[in-house]
């Protein structure tokens, strides 16, 4: 009895997941995000500006001060403040959403070549995220610091 209740709820859930029209998630992510406005120049200093733009985006939403850019080819691809607060979301640090935000429009979990420029030196958590996600170089702070390549913590 209970296992077939399970079956049959399984099996609505998947004719659901089925009934969905094609490429709904993908559509519904890409409409979600505002067109990125590129800066006048394509240098570090700008990106870490836009990092610190998205930092007083965090402070003026009443979230906490962290601001992050993900850039590729000196196009800023993905941007994020922190989230934290405002989406009752411990891990939306601003960095990680600005991966999120660069994978979701570019298409892919894999950002080679791309890096990060955030307000802060990221927290073990986000220098994981920017391992994982194949980041080439990740700077942070006002004085645009070097963080090197994301390792794992303690890696
Ligand atoms: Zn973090």
Known sequence: MASGFL???RATLGSM???MPAGFAA???AS???PIVQPA???????MDRAFAMRQRAVDAGDQPYGAVVVRD?????EAPSRVVTGSDPTAHAEIEAIRDAARRLGTSALDGCVMYSSSR???MCQAAAFWARLSRYYHGA???DGGLPRLPGG
Do not use: K, M, N, Q
């Open 27 to 29: 559509t519904a992510l």
């Open 74 to 78: 000196g196009r800023i691809v993905g």
């Open 17 to 19: 997941v089925l009934g």
């Open 32 to 34: 979600d995000a505002a």
């Open 122 to 124: 990221p927290c073990p």
């Open 7 to 9: 079956l049959s709820r």
């Open 143 to 145: 004085a645009i610091e």
């Open 41 to 47: 120049a394509a240098t570090p200093r700008s990106f």
